[in-house]
Nanobody
């Protein structure tokens, strides 16, 4: 059974940092691209950052470029999202997802497995 379990969310002040983790199991982790998405209340789910199976190729939403960094450790079956310079508008539920088909990394319909999410709240 494929499982994706996110952790690391919390409450942080503007300008602060958080590191999210997503532990994967039930499949050959090193064979799949992985992406972090986020969804704020009343908004569509948004692709935040992507890393390919080998960890070499990454992609970022324009809104987080230069502030967030995605990485993965295939030996630990884990993907990470380092978030620096957090802003109020980064407040959302963050999900990791396993890419299931070809296509743009930022499109949710290209993913077939999702974690339960971890809440990130940026507030002063």
């Amino acid at each position: 059974e494929v499982q994706l379990v996110e952790s690391g969310g919390g409450l942080v002040q503007p300008g602060g940092s958080l590191r999210l983790s997503c532990a994967a199991s039930g499949f050959t982790f090193s064979s799949y691209g992985m992406t972090w998405f986020r969804q704020a209340p009343g908004k569509e789910r948004e692709g935040v950052a992507y890393v390919n199976s080998g960890g070499v190729i990454t992609g970022y939403a324009d809104s987080v470029k230069g502030r967030f960094a995605i990485s993965r450790d295939n030996a630990k079956n884990t993907v990470y999202l380092q978030m620096n310079g957090l802003q109020l508008e980064d407040t959302a539920m963050y999900y990791c997802a396993r890419k299931g088909s070809a296509g743009y990394w930022y499109r949710p319909d290209n993913y077939n497995y999702w974690g339960q999410g971890t809440q990130v709240t940026v507030s002063s």
